[in-house]
């Protein structure tokens, strides 16, 4: 058991959303490689879960961001 990580982790590049329990206060990121495989991916977890759109991230920077909650 080590020392915890100081700084985050960087994100690569990609699409990404954030899933959660209906009702949770936090989730996870899921990254797809394009607009199309997120969109699938939003489609199929929205029955069930509670999807926010965070956006693209290109060299751990986010080029947009819309925030979109799903």
Do not use: C, H, Q
Not at 23 to 32: L, S, Y
Not at 37 to 46: F, H, I, R, T
Not at 47 to 68: Q, R
């Amino acid at each position: 058991m080590g020392r915890p990580a100081t700084r985050p982790a960087k994100l690569r590049d990609g699409f990404y959303i954030e899933v959660r329990n209906k009702g949770a206060r936090n989730g996870i990121k899921i990254r797809r490689d394009d607009r199309a495989a997120m969109l699938d991916a939003v489609s199929e977890y929205k029955l069930i879960k509670d999807i926010t759109i965070l956006g693209e991230s290109i060299n751990d920077k986010w080029v947009e961001k819309p925030k979109l909650a799903v």
